[in-house]
C-alpha cells in the first residue's frame, strides 16, 4: 500500500478522524496530536465490523470472528459455527476440508437465507456429507468456557445432545457497518435503521460532496462492490456522468462447491452457465 500511495501522491495520514462540519474533519493522530483538515470532497469507506452478540461476549480466544478464524495456530478438533450464513459456511467448509468436525447452527429453517432455494439444497446436501452436523432452526442458549474447551447449550427439533464441549466457537451472524463516531451528526448525512449511510446512483450522500462506499454503504458487503462502487464515485467527482448499477456486481459464495446467490440456467447440451444475480 505504502508504494502504491508514493506512485500516485497521496499524502496519507494514519489517524481517527470524524466530521467538524460538512466540508471540515477533526483528525487525532496516533501520538495524540490533534488538527483539522478542510475537503472539497470526501468519500467514506470505513467498512464494517463483526456483528456481536452481548451474551456471547466472552474474554476467550476460543471465541472467534471472522478475522480471528483466518489466523489459527492450529486446526481444532471440534468448530461450532453460530451462523449458517455465507460467512459461516464459507469459513466451516474450510476448516471441515483441513479435518475439523465442524457444527453449524442456524436458527432459521435453512441455510443461506435470501439465496435460492433450489441452490441451497444441492449445497446443503454436499455439506451434510463434510460436516459433523447441521442443525436448523436451533439456537444457543449459553456459552461457558471451561479448561477444556467451550462449553455449548444448544436448543432445537434436531438436538439430541444439548450440552457439548467445542474446541473453538466461530460467531458468524453477519456484519454491522461502522458508521458511527464519524460525527455524522455533524452534517446532513443520513443512515438507515440499520446504520448505513444513504447514498444514491452515483453514490453521493445526502450532503452532495461527501460520498459513501463498500459495507458502510450498504449491502452486498462484497470487496468487488466497494471497489466498483469506489470508482464510481472518483469518476463522479472527476466530472463524468456514471452510476453504479447493482445488477452489474456478480455475488458468489466461495463454499465448495462456490454457489451464487441466483437461480443457474443451463444451456443446452453443452452445460453453459448463467449466474444471476
Same mark, same amino acid.
Given at each position: 500500500?505504502?508504494?502504491?500511495?508514493?506512485?500516485?501522491?497521496?499524502?496519507?495520514?494514519?489517524?481517527?478522524?470524524?466530521?467538524?462540519?460538512?466540508?471540515?474533519?477533526?483528525?487525532?493522530?496516533?501520538?495524540?496530536?490533534?488538527?483539522?483538515?478542510?475537503?472539497?470532497?470526501?468519500?467514506?469507506?470505513?467498512?464494517?465490523?463483526?456483528?456481536?452478540?452481548?451474551?456471547?461476549?466472552?474474554?476467550?480466544? *476460543? #471465541?472467534?470472528?471472522?478475522? &480471528?478464524?483466518?489466523? $489459527?495456530?492450529?486446526?481444532? !478438533?471440534? +468448530?461450532? %459455527?453460530?451462523?449458517? /450464513?455465507?460467512?459461516?459456511?464459507?469459513?466451516?467448509?474450510?476448516?471441515?476440508?483441513?479435518?475439523?468436525?465442524?457444527?453449524?447452527?442456524?436458527?432459521?429453517?435453512?441455510?443461506?437465507?435470501?439465496?435460492?432455494?433450489?441452490?441451497?439444497?444441492?449445497?446443503?446436501? *454436499? #455439506?451434510?456429507?463434510?460436516? &459433523?452436523?447441521?442443525? $436448523?432452526?436451533?439456537?444457543? !442458549?449459553? +456459552?461457558? %468456557?471451561?479448561?477444556? /474447551?467451550?462449553?455449548?447449550?444448544?436448543?432445537?427439533?434436531?438436538?439430541?445432545?444439548?450440552?457439548?464441549?467445542?474446541?473453538?466457537?466461530?460467531?458468524?451472524?453477519?456484519?454491522?457497518?461502522?458508521?458511527?463516531?464519524?460525527?455524522?451528526?455533524?452534517?446532513?448525512?443520513?443512515?438507515?435503521?440499520?446504520?448505513?449511510?444513504?447514498?444514491?446512483?452515483?453514490?453521493?450522500?445526502?450532503?452532495?460532496?461527501?460520498?459513501?462506499?463498500?459495507?458502510?454503504?450498504?449491502?452486498?458487503?462484497?470487496?468487488?462492490?466497494?471497489?466498483?462502487?469506489?470508482?464510481?464515485?472518483?469518476?463522479?467527482?472527476?466530472?463524468?456522468?456514471?452510476?453504479?448499477?447493482?445488477?452489474?456486481?456478480?455475488?458468489?459464495?466461495?463454499?465448495?462447491?462456490?454457489?451464487?446467490?441466483?437461480?443457474?440456467?443451463?444451456?443446452?447440451?453443452?452445460?453453459?452457465?448463467?449466474?444471476?444475480?
Amino acid at each position: 500500500m505504502g508504494q502504491l500511495v508514493k506512485q500516485r501522491k497521496i499524502n496519507y495520514i494514519q489517524a481517527a478522524a470524524e466530521f467538524q462540519d460538512n466540508h471540515t474533519l477533526a483528525v487525532k493522530a496516533l501520538d495524540g496530536g490533534q488538527t483539522s483538515l478542510a475537503f472539497e470532497y470526501a468519500i467514506i469507506a470505513t467498512g464494517s465490523d463483526t456483528a456481536r452478540i452481548p451474551q456471547f461476549d466472552l474474554d476467550s480466544d *476460543r #471465541l472467534l470472528d471472522a478475522t &480471528a478464524a483466518l489466523d $489459527l495456530k492450529e486446526i481444532p !478438533k471440534k +468448530l461450532l %459455527v453460530i451462523g449458517g /450464513g455465507y460467512i459461516g459456511l464459507e469459513l466451516g467448509t474450510v476448516y471441515a476440508a483441513l479435518g475439523t468436525k465442524v457444527t453449524v447452527v442456524e436458527m432459521t429453517p435453512g441455510l443461506l437465507p435470501g439465496a435460492d432455494r433450489d441452490l441451497v439444497r444441492v449445497l446443503q446436501k *454436499r #455439506l451434510a456429507n463434510r460436516m &459433523a452436523s447441521i442443525l $436448523l432452526q436451533t439456537t444457543v !442458549k449459553s +456459552l461457558k %468456557v471451561q479448561k477444556n /474447551g467451550i462449553k455449548a447449550t444448544l436448543e432445537g427439533p434436531d438436538v439430541d445432545q444439548k450440552v457439548r464441549i467445542f474446541d473453538k466457537v466461530l460467531l458468524a451472524v453477519g456484519r454491522r457497518p461502522n458508521s458511527a463516531g464519524l460525527g455524522l451528526a455533524n452534517t446532513t448525512i443520513e443512515v438507515d435503521g440499520r446504520g448505513f449511510i444513504k447514498a444514491d446512483a452515483q453514490r453521493r450522500t445526502t450532503e452532495k460532496h461527501i460520498f459513501a462506499i463498500g459495507d458502510v454503504a450498504g449491502e452486498p458487503m462484497l470487496a468487488h462492490k466497494a471497489s466498483h462502487e469506489g470508482r464510481v464515485a472518483a469518476e463522479v467527482i472527476a466530472g463524468r456522468q456514471v452510476v453504479y448499477e447493482p445488477a452489474a456486481i456478480p455475488a458468489v459464495v466461495f463454499t465448495d462447491p462456490e454457489r451464487p446467490p441466483g437461480r443457474i440456467r443451463t444451456g443446452g447440451h453443452t452445460g453453459g452457465r448463467v449466474y444471476r444475480s
